[in-house]
């Protein structure tokens, strides 16, 4: 017994400094094979599949909960621990080293200019956040809201979309009010004339999905946000699903605030989030949290990011994966994802046994295909999709199945799936 607990003890440490040692050397993770000319796609996409840790031989089509992290993002931020861990001594806090040691007190223009751009802001109307949740929150709570305005949500929220306009009617005795979307949904203009409907002189706040979570609708924002202006209405969209799956343009889209998770499509790590405040609007909302900088009036982005500490090695991440995401490209990366969710879209549309949840207007339709198969339920179809090919998308709800399609994916992936699906016809 005690030679074999000192086996295992011995064995287990060896495990353990094996890749420490190797880990402050060598880096075995990095952009240079990303900016590999492009000149056969399928070479190039195969090449993309190996930037990632996934397993070969298993399909991970869960990118709506979670986007699997690179293996340069993911080095980055390992090799920031292990690195500021050992050097810490040599760190003089005050030389302008701080961020080195602890995240939460310094303003990260350089990241945050790099979102900016990606968004189509100044770098000032964004905070960096956990998620898309604290952006809803820190937008919610920091408005001056009075009893009897009206909240209007779609019956399509996501938790991180509902939460706080529900908590904040119940505090403030505001008016809670749901438009109740069209399923499916294949015209805009629908859409639009359902979220009106509910409009009276009362709404404060429309607070809607750019992506619906569960159908990956992209919702007609612009023409909203637009209307919404007009009538003098704050417009907060929640594009958690957004970032890295569709373009984001803020300023083209007219939304007053904005907020998303880029550990979904722009596949940072877990805990990196964005919020945009319009600078027009940005002075009226109030800071949830406060440290040193709540009262910041020159960078408000900075004033509403003021949380306290937290890991350095995260942000370290989560830039490193804004540039992973400009070397693969913003139009290349989006197309592939276009290109393979109307791939599988229309390999689905064949069969007489599927019904599709998610828009089959193409227009309206991304990376997210939701869909159901006669007479399976959706956790049925997700465990026959595993049990036979080792693929994994998400069921939703009782009947339906959440497909997400992403860059480490691939057309034979999205094949594989389809046969099985073909199979199950009754
Ligand atoms: C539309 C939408 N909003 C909000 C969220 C919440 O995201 P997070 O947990 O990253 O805050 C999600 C998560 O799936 C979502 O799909």
Excluded at 23 to 31: A, C, G, I, V
Aim: net charge neutral; glycine share 8%.
């Amino acid at each position: 017994m005690n030679k074999r607990r000192a086996f295992l003890r011995t064995a287990s440490l060896a495990a353990l400094s094996a890749p420490f040692l190797s880990f402050d050397t060598q880096k075995t993770w990095s952009l240079n094979p990303l900016q590999q000319l492009y000149k056969d796609p399928d070479d190039y996409w195969k090449m993309i599949r190996k930037q990632f840790p996934l397993k070969e031989g298993q399909t991970y089509f869960n990118n709506g909960t979670m986007g699997p992290t690179p293996g340069y993002v993911l080095e980055t931020m390992m090799h920031h621990m292990m690195h500021y861990n050992k050097e810490a001594a040599t760190i003089d806090y005050k030389d302008g080293s701080g961020p080195e040691l602890l995240s939460g007190y310094f303003p990260y223009e350089e990241l945050r200019s790099k979102l900016a751009t990606l968004i189509n802001c100044d770098f000032k109307e964004i905070s960096l956040t956990q998620n898309a949740t604290f952006g809803m929150n820190f937008v919610g709570m920091g408005l001056d809201l009075k009893a009897g305005d009206e909240l209007l949500n779609t019956n399509q929220e996501h938790g991180g979309g509902f939460g706080a306009w529900q908590l904040l009617a119940k505090r403030k005795d505001c008016i809670y009010k749901q438009a109740i979307m069209p399923e499916p949904a294949n015209d805009p203009q629908e859409i639009y004339d359902t979220i009106f409907k509910e409009v009276t002189a009362r709404t404060r706040v429309i607070a809607i999905p750019h992506i619906v979570s569960v159908y990956g609708t992209v919702m007609p924002v612009k023409a909203i946000c637009t209307e919404a202006r007009r009538r003098g209405i704050f417009t907060v969209l929640d594009g958690a699903q957004c970032v890295g799956q569709i373009d984001v343009d803020v300023k083209d889209i007219g939304c007053d605030a904005y907020y998303s998770s880029l550990h979904k499509w722009l596949l940072s790590p877990p805990g990196s989030g964005l919020l945009y405040i319009n600078k027009d609007k940005v002075g009226s909302i109030w800071s949830t949290l406060a440290s040193y900088n709540w009262d910041n009036q020159e960078d408000h982005g900075f004033r509403l990011m003021q949380y306290g500490t937290g890991n350095p090695a995260l942000i370290a991440g989560y830039d490193a994966s804004v540039d992973f995401f400009n070397t693969i490209g913003k139009e290349r990366w989006l197309g592939r994802i276009n290109e393979l969710g109307t791939y599988l879209r229309a390999g689905l549309k064949d069969m007489s046994h599927v019904t599709i949840a998610s828009s089959t207007n193409e227009n309206m339709a991304a990376g997210i295909t939701t869909y159901s198969v006669n007479g399976l339920t959706g956790p049925e179809l997700q465990k026959t999709l595993w049990d036979k090919e080792r693929l994994q998308p998400r069921s939703v709800g009782k009947e339906l199945l959440r497909h997400s399609v992403h860059i480490y994916n691939s057309k034979e992936e999205i094949d594989k799936a389809l046969k099985v699906i073909r199979g199950l016809k009754q």
